[in-house]
């Protein structure tokens, strides 16, 4: 069996702690952007059903408003 001094110990273990530190991080940060994908997309969903929420509702006051305008020239 390999005999480690005291700095080889510590050593190994500063070097085996910042390894799973660092794998650590870079599992949190993909869940991070895909949590952000997510969001962009949801917003992105909800922006473009805003839009066609007020093209429908402007399409609607256009198609109404010649009827009133033509009811009171009479």
Known sequence: ??????Y?????????VLY??????YISRKFS????????EITAELEMLADESY?????????????HLNANKF
Do not use: W, Y
Not at 1 to 6: D, I, R, T, Y
Not at 8 to 16: G, K, P, R, V, Y
Not at 33 to 40: D, F, G, P, V
Not at 55 to 67: Q, T, V
């Open 1 to 6: 069996m390999l005999e480690l001094s005291l």
């Open 8 to 16: 080889e110990n510590t050593a190994l273990i500063i070097c085996f």
């Open 20 to 25: 799973v530190g660092s794998v650590i991080v």
């Open 33 to 40: 952007q895909e949590r952000e994908l997510e969001k962009s």
């Open 55 to 67: 093209k429908k509702k402007k399409i609607k006051e256009d198609h109404e408003a010649p009827h």
